[in-house]
């Protein structure tokens, strides 16, 4: 998930709400790329007509169009939890690695941008696992009928690791995802021919798409692999769906080049990079409009529809400083033990 500016004009619970939403809208919208996306990196989609139109258009005839969206529900509710981990993470780490001053070089903020997402992705990494499973499975035939019962029955089939197989490819993959996102951050400057601090809007729109990009090709066969180890099951039909047998991680790897070669690590690449523009586009749309409902509830702008400021409103307050220099211009008194202001 992409990460802005903090704004203090927002309470917390207001940030991870219009974050989580912003996300959910995006994840529905871009549901059939992502399934196209694991279904290539399984094997399931095999032999011609690999790429996400045929994709989508075989398990729409095969299916139905709802299937274009299975496991959707379980990434959106998977959103909330995700969020909250990761913005304590990063919170945490960005304090560890600050110095004495209280500062924090750029190469660390996406270190702890990086471990922030790993730490994240491990604690909720059964929520992912099931995903692939509903997604793999054949939804008129279904071997799970529900994200409860997908749980339940990987547990009582499988065990308890079952639900992190694949895991040890989450912390390999976090390398190459950060070289990619320091490699795309010191190029910025030559990329516009302009210093950062006066990027437009735009500018820093195709920059959260380039180092996506950048970053999700580098990282992606250590995806692959993830995947493949999360849907393969002797209790599913076919194993799976998987294309190739494989022991552990590192024998996966070898099987999947001796077999497909070495480009055979970024089946489903193109699906992933066709998903990331509109992505990010509903993702920040979505959040900068639920952004000022909430500036607009908070009493700092005049309107949901602008951000044209409310006059004599110090914009420098925070929601609660503001509501209690209401309540006392209102009543003569502040409610507050230890005013804010």
């Known amino acids: 998930m992409a990460t802005w500016r903090r704004d203090g004009r927002l309470t917390g619970s207001q940030r991870l709400l219009c974050a989580g939403l912003a996300g959910a809208l995006s994840l529905s919208l871009t549901a059939p790329l992502e399934l196209a996306t694991v279904l290539a990196q399984v094997g399931v989609v095999r032999g011609r007509g690999r790429g996400p139109w045929a994709v989508g258009l ?24 995700y969020s909250a981990v990761q913005l304590t993470a990063y919170r945490k780490f960005v304090i560890l690695f600050m110095d004495d001053l209280g500062h924090i070089s750029q190469w660390s903020a996406i270190m702890a941008g990086s471990l922030a997402g790993m730490v994240s992705t491990i604690v909720t990494y059964p929520t992912d696992l099931i995903k692939t499973r509903l997604i793999v499975q054949n939804m008129l035939e279904p071997s ?61 729109f ?55 070669g070495v480009l055979g ?4 690449l193109a699906a992933n990079l066709l998903k990331i523009v ?15 409902i909430c500036l607009y509830q908070n009493g700092y702008i005049v309107s949901p529809l602008s951000y044209k400021l409310t006059p004599g409103v110090d914009q420098s307050l925070k929601p609660q400083e503001l509501r209690e220099l209401k309540k006392f211009f209102k009543t003569g008194k502040l409610n507050s033990r230890k005013p804010t202001l």
């Open 144 to 204: 799970y009928r529900g994200i409860l019962h997908a749980f339940s029955t990987v547990y009582q089939q499988e065990g308890f690791l079952a639900l992190y197989r694949g895991i040890s490819l989450t912390v390999l993959g976090a390398l190459p995802f950060s070289a990619g996102s320091l490699l795309v951050y010191m190029n910025l400057e030559k990329i516009w021919n302009g210093p950062r601090d006066r990027f437009s809007l735009l500018q820093n």
């Open 206 to 260: 195709a920059n959260v798409c380039l180092a996506a990009a950048v970053t999700q090709t580098l990282s992606f066969p250590f995806d692959t692999v993830k995947r493949k180890m999360q849907a393969q099951s002797p209790f599913l039909p076919h194993c799976g769906g998987v294309d190739v047998h494989f022991s552990g991680a590192m024998d996966c790897f070898r099987q999947i080049v001796k077999s497909q």
């Open 278 to 292: 509109p992505y990010f586009g509903v993702m920040f749309g979505t959040f900068e409009f639920c952004k000022r």
């Open 58 to 81: 075989s398990v729409w005839r095969a299916e139905g169009p709802r299937a274009l969206w299975k496991g959707n529900t379980m990434a959106c509710l998977r959103l909330f939890p």
């Open 265 to 268: 690590l970024w089946n489903g």
